[in-house]
């Protein structure tokens, strides 16, 4: 399945994006948003279930970050609001046909079959 994300953006401290990513096909499974930092390694940010009932996401963004999905549209959301400029990244959006409960973990990235092409997120101080 190809991933298309979009929404990314230069935005100040405390404002606000959303972000889309786009499949061409339903793959049943999990969707996850992961960034990565210049010299950073890439982390993962959230995730949701086919169903969009369950979620995780890393602490530095729970409260202010919100994954969400529509599956008539195929297409995963990042609600992104307080943002700080330590959430500057380029952020990929990941999909895999596991569900929820197969290993590796969501938060793994190794678990994931298919990716975007990321999308920058630029947060000036």
């Known amino acids: 399945v190809q991933l298309q994300a979009s929404g990314g953006g230069l935005v100040q401290a405390g404002g606000s994006l959303r972000l889309s990513c786009a499949a061409s096909?339903?793959?049943?499974?999990?969707t996850g948003w992961f960034r990565q930092a210049p010299g950073k390694e890439r982390e993962f940010v959230a995730a949701?279930?086919?169903?969009?009932?369950?979620?995780n996401y890393l602490d530095s963004v729970k409260g202010r970050f919100t994954i969400s999905r529509d599956n008539a549209k195929i297409t995963v959301y990042l609600e992104m609001n307080s943002l700080k400029p330590e959430d500057t990244a380029v952020y990929y959006c990941a999909a895999r046909r596991s569900t929820w409960q197969r290993r590796p973990d969501v938060d793994d990235a190794s678990g994931y079959d298919s990716w975007g092409q990321g999308t920058q997120v630029t947060v000036s101080s």
């Open positions: 949701i279930n086919w169903g969009g009932d369950i979620t």
């Open positions: 096909a339903r793959t049943f499974g999990t």
